[in-house]
Antibody, heavy 115, light 112 residues
């Protein structure tokens, strides 16, 4: 059974950093691109970043470029999202998803950016 | 960026009825490789999104044949037949053809 389990969220002050993790199981992690998608409270879905199966290619939405870094450790079957210089508008539930069709999603982790 | 426009914003349907949700993209979703990366998702209350349909018309594993997707280019439709109570939620279309990936704003389905 495919499972994606996010962790690392919480309350953080504006301008500070936070790192999210997504532990994957039930499939060969190193064969798949992965992505982060977020959802602000009461809002719709917003793609954040994608990383290729081997980590050689990454893609970001403009609003997070230069602040967020997506990475992966295939030996640990884990996806990461390093978020720096956080802003109030980054407040959202962050989902990790298997890239391509987005066929599997984690349960999400809440990130609240507030002083 | 590709803008995805979904209509209606919300709809109410009787059990056993049929609904259609429209999704239009501001640009063609046909990829250079010939595939069209248009997907449909449902987000049930307090849950993560779930994939229903990928590449316009392919049902994901375990998805009922009551769900069907159609369309091409910039105009796509999700149809749900014989609506059941478990179908309530917000439906999103999403495109994976071009970065940044984008989603429609959602259609909330309520059961009468």
């Amino acid at each position: 059974e495919v499972q994606l389990v996010e962790s690392g969220g919480g309350l953080v002050q504006p301008g500070r950093s936070m790192k999210l993790s997504c532990a994957a199981s039930g499939f060969t992690f190193s064969n798949y691109g992965m992505a982060w998608v977020r959802q602000a409270p009461t809002k719709g879905l917003e793609w954040v970043a994608t990383i290729s199966y081997d980590g050689s290619s990454t893609y970001y939405r403009d609003s997070v470029k230069g602040r967020f870094t997506i990475s992966r450790d295939n030996a640990k079957s884990t996806l990461y999202l390093q978020m720096n210089s956080l802003r109030s508008e980054d407040t959202a539930t962050y989902y990790c998803t298997r890239a391509g069709t987005g066929d599997y999603w984690g349960q999400g982790v809440m990130v609240t950016v507030s002083s | 960026d590709v803008v995805m426009t979904q209509t209606p914003v919300s709809m109410s349907v009787s059990l056993g009825g049929q609904v259609s949700i429209s999704c239009r993209s501001s640009q063609s979703l046909v990829h250079n490789n010939g595939n069209t990366y248009l997907s449909w998702y449902i987000q049930k209350p307090s849950q993560s999104p779930q994939l229903l349909i990928y590449k316009v018309s392919n049902r994901f594993s375990g998805i009922s044949d009551r769900f069907s997707g159609s369309g091409s280019g910039t105009d796509f439709t999700l149809k749900i037949s014989r609506v059941e109570p478990d179908d309530l939620g917000v439906y999103y279309c999403g495109q994976g053809t071009q970065y940044p990936l984008t989603f429609g704003s959602g259609t909330k389905l309520e059961i009468k």
